[in-house]
Structure formats: structure tokens, C-alpha cells
């Protein structure tokens, strides 16, 4: 879909940027950790974006700057047609209500004090939603919908497993029945047999429920069975955007070429040619000029160190921010190995 036809997507975010300040002395000049630098996308009713990229390369900021827990330095929001940048109050509640997140650490972000059915029904107290009664049916409905019994509701976060309290967590992000749910890294704390449990019934709800979500994780082949569009960050910025079939068939961007040449085979006789790339990540408080990629790309050239290169579109919905690739040159890193 173009996010410039009538109707357009369901949430589009448009060149988010966000620099933290260090906070260090009075008397020194402020460094700014560049977390988030213009990044562009958008979501389709029902469809399933991920984001996928190196520790620290800004996932987990651009989901907090798109539900609005920290403010952005600049871009916009717009969900539903409407621009909600920047909204407060009355406003950003009720789009809350259709825009909700279920966090890394399911036990850290639940109450250990609170009751299950307190957890889940807040929320609707807090926009003042139904009876108690009503309130009391919809939690008892969510938890059977998410896979867990209506006796859940009496007991505290310490008496579920670590998949029982992800379950919880989504509960609790589903009593609305949001348009929106942005997963931010949802699985990556679970044994893998539990992540397969979890990612199948988010599969189950996104039908069952008309959902859409923006699935963020460092997990290549959780991305790959759950989503529909990948979008892969360096260092604050998009590399690359693709259909996950065209990503995984063909990357271009050196950077996505290793990274997918790092993720693990399930196949125990094929052999392991990885790309390995040269350098550590530099710093995003001081990152380099030109493409940020550069000091670890084999393929940078004198342009690469100078010019920050455009996210452009080099075939049907594939965009990549590299100079040495185009519509007609699309080279390949050699894996070692």
C-alpha cells in the first residue's frame, strides 16, 4: 500500500528523531546520545512490521517515542489519518486505549502487590470504563482469550511462569481491543518451546482480533515467522526495508547480509559461512560522518565516510541507505567460513 493513497495505513511515522542529553557537568560542553535518527515507516491494518537490529541501536527508543513515554525531538505520529504528535491529556488517553504495548520483562512491569484481575481491569479503571462487575467479566473473557483460567484473577504476578506472565501482559495490553500493539521484544526472555507457544497465539489473536502489530527483536527467525514487512536499524537509523520474503531471499544492505549470515540454522548438516564483519559498533554519542556503516562495511568507498546516504527504493517496496547499491548494482559480502 502507498501511505500517500486515500485512506492510507493504519499508523505511519515519519522521520522520529530523538537525542538524549548525557547529563554530564555544568561546565562542559552536552554530548547527546543520537538514539533515534529520522526513522520512517508504516504499519497496514492487520499486517505485522518488525524492527530488528543490534543491541542499542535504538528499537526499544522508537517503541516508547511512537506510544509517546518520551517525548521526540522531531517527526510525527500519525494514527488513523490524524496527527498525534505530541497530543496530552484527554487526547493521548484515548489513543492509548487503541494503541497499547506489552513489554520485554513481563514480571517487572507487573505489580507484585496487585492481583491479576486488578492488573488487567486498571486500566479500564482508569478511563473510567463499565461497573465492576463488567470490568470484573471482561478480564475473566480477555484471560480465557489469551489462554489462561478465569482463576487467574485472584492470584499474584509470583504464581505464573515466565510464558503465564507474557500471557498476563497481553491481557492486560487486549482489554481495549487496540488497532495497535507493539510487541518490544515479547519473546526474547522465554525458553524457545514458550516462544513458540507465545508467537503462535499472537498469530491467533491478530485474526481473531483485526490486530496490527510492530514487533521489535534481535531474533531473525522470530521476526521472520511473525512478520509481514522488516525494517532493519543501525545505530538509530533504517538500513534497510523490505518484504520479509525479498529480505531473507535477498539482502542488500551489507549490513542486513551479515546480519542474517550470524542468525543460527536449524539444520544441523549445513554448514556455517558467516559474515564477519571488521570493528566494533561505534558510539551513538559520537558516531561517524558519512554512512554510519562504513568503519565495518568491506564495501565503503570515499563517499561512503562523507555523505550520509538516502533511503531509497531500489525495487518494488525493498528500500536500502547504501551508495553502493542501486536498482542496478547490488553487491554481495563474501561469507568466511
Given at each position: 500500500?502507498?501511505?500517500?493513497?486515500?485512506?492510507?495505513?493504519?499508523?505511519?511515522?515519519?522521520?522520529?528523531?530523538?537525542?538524549?542529553?548525557?547529563?554530564?557537568?555544568?561546565?562542559?560542553?552536552?554530548?547527546?546520545?543520537?538514539?533515534?535518527?529520522?526513522?520512517?515507516?508504516?504499519?497496514?491494518?492487520?499486517?505485522?512490521?518488525?524492527?530488528?537490529?543490534?543491541?542499542?541501536?535504538?528499537?526499544?527508543?522508537?517503541?516508547?517515542?511512537?506510544?509517546?513515554?518520551?517525548?521526540?525531538?522531531?517527526?510525527?505520529?500519525?494514527?488513523?489519518?490524524?496527527?498525534?504528535?505530541?497530543?496530552?491529556?484527554?487526547?493521548?488517553?484515548?489513543?492509548?486505549?487503541?494503541?497499547?504495548?506489552?513489554?520485554?520483562?513481563?514480571?517487572?512491569?507487573?505489580?507484585?502487590?496487585?492481583?491479576?484481575?486488578?492488573?488487567?481491569?486498571?486500566p479500564l479503571i482508569i478511563h473510567g470504563e463499565g461497573?465492576?462487575?463488567?470490568?470484573?467479566?471482561?478480564?475473566?473473557?480477555?484471560?480465557?482469550?489469551?489462554?489462561?483460567?478465569?482463576?487467574?484473577?485472584?492470584?499474584?504476578?509470583?504464581?505464573?511462569?515466565?510464558?503465564?506472565?507474557?500471557?498476563?501482559?497481553?491481557?492486560?495490553?487486549?482489554?481495549?481491543?487496540?488497532?495497535?500493539?507493539?510487541?518490544?521484544?515479547?519473546?526474547?526472555?522465554?525458553?524457545?518451546?514458550?516462544?513458540?507457544?507465545?508467537?503462535?497465539?499472537?498469530?491467533?489473536?491478530?485474526?481473531?482480533?483485526?490486530?496490527?502489530?510492530?514487533?521489535?527483536?534481535?531474533d531473525l527467525s522470530v521476526v521472520r515467522h511473525i512478520?509481514?514487512?522488516?525494517?532493519?536499524?543501525?545505530?538509530?537509523k533504517t538500513v534497510e526495508t523490505a518484504d520479509k520474503?525479498?529480505?531473507?531471499?535477498?539482502?542488500?544492505?551489507?549490513?542486513?547480509?551479515?546480519?542474517?549470515?550470524?542468525?543460527?540454522?536449524?539444520?544441523?548438516?549445513?554448514?556455517?559461512?558467516?559474515?564477519?564483519?571488521?570493528?566494533?559498533?561505534?558510539?551513538?554519542?559520537?558516531?561517524?560522518?558519512?554512512?554510519?556503516?562504513?568503519?565495518?562495511?568491506?564495501?565503503?568507498?570515499?563517499?561512503?565516510?562523507?555523505?550520509?546516504?538516502?533511503?531509497?527504493?531500489?525495487?518494488?517496496?525493498?528500500?536500502?541507505?547504501?551508495?553502493?547499491?542501486?536498482?542496478?548494482?547490488?553487491?554481495?559480502?563474501?561469507?568466511?567460513?
Amino acid at each position: 500500500m502507498n501511505p500517500n493513497q486515500p485512506g492510507g495505513p493504519l499508523l505511519e511515522v515519519k522521520h522520529l528523531t530523538k537525542w538524549f542529553n548525557d547529563g554530564k557537568g555544568l561546565f562542559s560542553k552536552p554530548k547527546y546520545v543520537k538514539a533515534v535518527e529520522g526513522v520512517s515507516f508504516f504499519l497496514e491494518k492487520g499486517k505485522t512490521i518488525g524492527v530488528v537490529g543490534e543491541s542499542g541501536c535504538g528499537k526499544s527508543t522508537l517503541a516508547r517515542l511512537i506510544m509517546q513515554l518520551i517525548p521526540l525531538d522531531s517527526g510525527q505520529i500519525i494514527f488513523r489519518g490524524d496527527d498525534i504528535t505530541g497530543v496530552k491529556g484527554k487526547t493521548l488517553k484515548n489513543v492509548r486505549k487503541n494503541m497499547q504495548m506489552i513489554f520485554q520483562d513481563s514480571y517487572a512491569s507487573l505489580n507484585p502487590r496487585m492481583r491479576i484481575g486488578n492488573i488487567i481491569a486498571e486500566p479500564l479503571i482508569i478511563h473510567g470504563e463499565g461497573s465492576s462487575r463488567e470490568r470484573k467479566e471482561r478480564v475473566e473473557q480477555i484471560l480465557e482469550i489469551v489462554g489462561l483460567s478465569k482463576k487467574s484473577f485472584y492470584k499474584f504476578p509470583h504464581e505464573f511462569s515466565g510464558g503465564q506472565r507474557q500471557r498476563i501482559d497481553m491481557a492486560r495490553a487486549l482489554v481495549f481491543n487496540p488497532d495497535v500493539v507493539i510487541c518490544d521484544e515479547a519473546v526474547s526472555a522465554l525458553d524457545v518451546s514458550v516462544q513458540a507457544q507465545v508467537l503462535n497465539l499472537l498469530k491467533d489473536l491478530q485474526v481473531r482480533l483485526d490486530l496490527s502489530y510492530v514487533f521489535i527483536s534481535h531474533d531473525l527467525s522470530v521476526v521472520r515467522h511473525i512478520c509481514d514487512t522488516i525494517m532493519v536499524m543501525y545505530l538509530g537509523k533504517t538500513v534497510e526495508t523490505a518484504d520479509k520474503h525479498d529480505l531473507f531471499n535477498e539482502p542488500l544492505h551489507p549490513y542486513t547480509q551479515a546480519l542474517l549470515s550470524a542468525s543460527p540454522r536449524p539444520d544441523p548438516e549445513a554448514v556455517s559461512r558467516q559474515i564477519i564483519l571488521s570493528g566494533e559498533v561505534p558510539s551513538p554519542m559520537n558516531p561517524p560522518s558519512g554512512c554510519y556503516f562504513h568503519t565495518r562495511c568491506p564495501l565503503a568507498d570515499d563517499l561512503c565516510k562523507t555523505k550520509i546516504p538516502d533511503l531509497k527504493e531500489v525495487a518494488q517496496g525493498h528500500f536500502v541507505a547504501c551508495h553502493q547499491v542501486s536498482k542496478e548494482k547490488r553487491p554481495r559480502l563474501t561469507p568466511e567460513g
